[in-house]
């Protein structure tokens, strides 16, 4: 009976220091875990300060680099103190259309231009294609384009000595106007009750998403009426936007189940082109 009670004392003793031996692994285990995760992060950190560092220095030798140039610009163009004390860097131009960046043929494109360090009233530009002109002191122009296709607008600076200078140039994308839509009642087609056809006066060309109060100008359209039930067409021409004549009378006589086709609708827009754009049609409803 002692020899079991030994047998089971030394059994537990050396669970016990098994278990001390596996905890103690365990610890050590960790510590070299946290201990090389605080080496790693002290790397990054410090990794992470000498680009800074870096930073700092190529930021210093540009900031450098650029008051050696503009020091020796000012003085080839004679501009040391001519305008102001600002860094004027004759490569630097700002021109930003009002509206986006696509000129329209025909139409006034406005431009904003700056140069720094210039005043605007000294600030002067050409476009390849058409023309541009100042819209008084302020910085704004208006540039009118002839033809689509790649245009560039070139700043020039005028010199103390009366003399110019190209400062910079922006290329841009011309092109022509969207064609608009046509109109009777604010739709582009569809149905339409037979009170509200009645009182129509004409047909109306609307442009959408354009940046201009755009307004083409309705020059002639056709009409084919087909009343409900008749296997026949009234067609009838007017050499204006507005319903005269016979056709006038046709659209007084809408009711209900009545086709009306409006084809052939010629425009004028403000930049001077003629279009035919999209035929529209309505039932009366």
Same mark, same amino acid.
């Not at 510590?31 to 680009?51: G, H, W």
């Given at each position: 009976m002692s020899q079991e009670k030994n047998s089971a004392l030394v059994i537990s003793v050396g669970i016990v220091i098994a278990g001390i031996i596996?905890?103690?692994?365990?610890?050590?285990?960790? $510590?070299?875990? %946290?201990?090389? @995760?605080?080496?790693?992060?002290?790397?990054?950190?410090?990794?992470?300060?000498?680009?800074?560092?870096l930073l700092i220095e190529m930021q210093a030798e540009e900031i450098s680099n650029l008051k050696t140039r503009n020091k020796i610009l000012r003085q080839d163009y004679g501009m040391m103190n001519a305008y102001s004390d600002h860094i004027y860097v004759p490569s630097f131009v700002l021109i930003s259309p009002t509206f986006m960046n696509i000129l329209y043929v025909g139409m006034p494109n406005y431009l904003e231009i700056a140069v720094p360090g210039i005043p605007s009233n000294k600030i002067y530009a050409t476009i390849t294609s058409g023309s541009i002109s100042k819209k008084g002191n302020n910085g704004e122009f208006?540039?009118?384009?002839?033809?689509? !296709?790649?245009? @560039?607008? @070139?700043?020039l600076v005028e010199l103390p000595d009366?003399?110019?200078?190209?400062? !910079?140039? %922006?290329?841009? %994308?011309? %092109?022509?106007? $969207? $064609?608009?839509?046509?109109?009777? $009642?604010g739709k582009s087609g569809g149905s339409i009750t037979a009170a509200r056809m009645r009182i129509q006066r004409g047909i109306f060309a609307i442009m959408y998403n354009s940046p201009w109060c755009t307004k083409f100008t309705v020059k002639s359209f056709r009409l084919v009426y087909r009343p409900l039930g008749s296997a026949e067409t009234i067609n009838s021409k007017v050499t204006s936007a507005l319903f005269v004549g016979p056709m006038q009378d046709c659209i007084k006589s809408a009711q209900i189940g009545d086709l009306y086709f409006f084809t052939d609708i010629k425009v004028?827009?403000?930049? !001077?082109?003629n279009r035919t754009i999209q035929s529209i049609a309505f039932e009366i409803i």
């Open positions: 596996i905890l103690s692994v365990y610890f050590l285990f960790s $510590d070299v875990s %946290r201990v090389n @995760t605080l080496e790693s992060q002290n790397k990054q950190k410090q990794e992470v300060i000498a680009n800074l560092n208006s540039a009118f384009v002839s033809k689509r !296709g790649r245009i @560039t607008v @070139t700043v009366g003399s110019k200078k190209i400062a !910079g140039s %922006r290329e841009f %994308r011309a %092109r022509a106007l $969207d $064609d608009p839509f046509a109109q009777i $009642d004028k827009g403000p930049d !001077g082109s």
